[in-house]
T-cell receptor, first 112, second 115 residues
Framework: DAKTTQPPSMDCAEGRAANLPCNHSTISGNEYVYWYRQIHSQGPQYIIHGLKNNETNEMASLIITEDRKSSTLILPHATLRDTAVYYCIVREITGTASKLTFGTGTRLQVTL | GAVVSQHPSWVICKSGTSVKIECRSLDFQATTMFWYRQFPKQSLMLMATSNEGSKATYEQGVEKDKFLINHASLTLSTLTVTSAHPEDSSFYIC???????????FGPGTRLTVL
């Protein structure tokens, strides 16, 4: 079972920041938070991941609370192409490749 | 970088036939690849974990004799759906775990339709 809770859907106006929340209250010390997105009829796309520090890359920023029980993915300037289902996934790091367990995600709709 | 391809992108076959799907990591090595299945309006469900040079590990409820997985090299894994039936119609997606970054990158998926 997925160890995360996300709102089923969100809307965002194009050009505005999209802030996607995720709760992972049972996260363990050796588990990372990963974000992927899936545009309709395509494979998921890796966005970003983090352990406890905030992370930023060319796609997004990841803000993890100090207690690590929740996080927020920020798309700073959403475009229509960012319309997708966004998955927040907790992944255990064990030294060997570990699996991803997908929940239901958040369907982000970016509008004009 | 970190590109994963799948072939074919879609396939239509008759009931009872077998279908092979290839998953390749194009610019990195992957000792571990994963196979997922996604039904319409549902999330991805992990089917099996494939390790190079060893037998695949299947998730509970997935028939290993029906879904044959081979991972013969560090860049190629194949999934063969044997004796396919209409209920096997689905979107099959692979991912490859980057050997250096330990991040999974996904292929574009293969849509299988069994008539």
């Amino acid at each position: 079972d997925a160890k995360t809770t996300q709102p089923p859907s969100m809307d965002c106006a194009e050009g505005r920041a999209a802030n996607l929340p995720c709760n992972h209250s049972t996260i363990s010390g050796n588990e990372y938070v990963y974000w992927y997105r899936q545009i309709h009829s395509q494979g998921p796309q890796y966005i970003i991941h983090g352990l406890k520090n905030n992370e930023t890359n060319e796609m997004a920023s990841l803000i993890i609370t100090e207690d690590r029980k929740s996080s927020t993915l920020i798309l700073p300037h959403a475009t229509l192409r960012d319309t997708a289902v966004y998955y927040c996934i907790v992944r255990e790091i064990t030294g060997t490749a570990s699996k991803l367990t997908f929940g239901t995600g958040t369907r982000l709709q970016v509008t004009l | 970088g970190a590109v994963v391809s799948q072939h074919p992108s879609w396939v239509i076959c008759k009931s009872g036939t077998s279908v092979k799907i290839e998953c390749r990591s194009l610019d990195f090595q992957a000792t571990t690849m994963f196979w997922y299945r996604q039904f319409p309006k549902q999330s991805l469900m992990l089917m099996a974990t494939s390790n190079e040079g060893s037998k695949a590990t299947y998730e509970q409820g997935v028939e290993k004799d029906k879904f044959l997985i081979n991972h013969a090299s560090l860049t190629l894994s194949t999934l063969t759906v044997t004796s396919a039936h209409p209920e096997d119609s689905s979107f099959y997606i692979c991912s490859a775990n980057h050997f250096l970054t330990d991040t999974q990158y996904f292929g574009p998926g293969t849509r299988l339709t069994v008539l």
